[in-house]
């Protein structure tokens, strides 16, 4: 394949993973907690034999996609009255238990299951210091104190179980606000505060990301024009070396 087609094709795919993954931040745009994500890409240059006219070795300069950022910046936090919507103020996860194991999630959008245990909005338990969180209905109505304390009327329930990393950009995307990773988990700093009837919201902002989707789009746009001139050239060369006697 013509090396004009190939560097062509590696910025198209490029464009087409930034468009990706922008509009994964704009679906996300109200998912509470959720940190919006950037792709990240290096130069990669590979030696080719000169082309007829040339002499020496060429270099060809190709886009690899080198993985995905996560910027971890806090979202706003949003007052919404609600006593099981928590905000983590400070860096921190609450501990979730699923089915594939423990999980970590900064998603404070919590409620109670029929038998009365604090879950995620995918029906996981959220984990206390002594596993999950049960409210009887004789807890009355629930507060929950900034270091996590859950108490009701009749005193302290439990007590939310908040943690922290050494290296949170390696904690991998599981779905539903979810992360895993192989990391042990350590007690969140005492700084880190909890806060009720508050939710964080997503750090997407919508017009940035609007901003580099018209960006990419044009760079997809310019590539593909590239390629176009280039595919003409060479049918006009053809036509003229088919026309020309023998």
């Known amino acids: 394949m013509d090396n004009t087609l190939l560097v062509s094709l590696s910025q198209q795919l490029a464009a087409y993973r930034s468009m990706d993954v922008i509009a994964n931040n704009l679906a996300n745009l109200s998912t509470p907690a959720y940190k919006r994500e950037e792709v990240k890409f290096e130069e990669f240059v590979q ?15 190709f886009v690899a996609d080198n993985g995905v950022v996560r ?35 900064r998603n404070g959008h919590l409620s109670l299951n029929g038998d009365g245990q604090l879950i995620t909005d995918s029906g996981d338990p959220v ?53 895993a990773t192989s990391q042990s988990p350590a007690s969140a700093a005492t700084n880190t505060r909890i806060v ?23 760079a997809y746009q310019a590539t593909a024009t590239l390629a176009q001139s280039m595919d003409t050239l060479k049918r006009q060369a053809i036509d003229k070396l088919g026309s020309t006697p023998n």
């Open 47 to 61: 030696q080719v034999q000169p082309s007829e006219g040339q002499s020496g070795p060429q270099s060809l300069s």
């Open 71 to 105: 910027d971890l910046s806090e979202g706003t936090m949003q007052a919404t009255g609600a006593p099981f919507d928590l905000a983590i103020a400070g860096k921190g996860y609450f501990a979730v238990q699923t089915a594939a194991g423990e999980r970590y999630t």
């Open 127 to 179: 984990l206390g210091e002594g596993g999950p969180i049960t409210v009887t209905a004789d807890d009355g109505d629930i507060h929950i104190a900034a270091d996590g304390t859950v108490s009701g009327k009749q005193g302290q329930i439990g007590k939310l179980r908040l943690v922290d990393f050494a290296d949170e950009r390696a904690l991998q995307k599981k779905g539903d606000s979810l992360y």
């Open 196 to 218: 009720q009837g508050t939710l964080e919201t997503s750090n997407v902002q919508p017009v940035i990301e609007i901003t580099r989707m018209i960006d990419v789009m044009r």
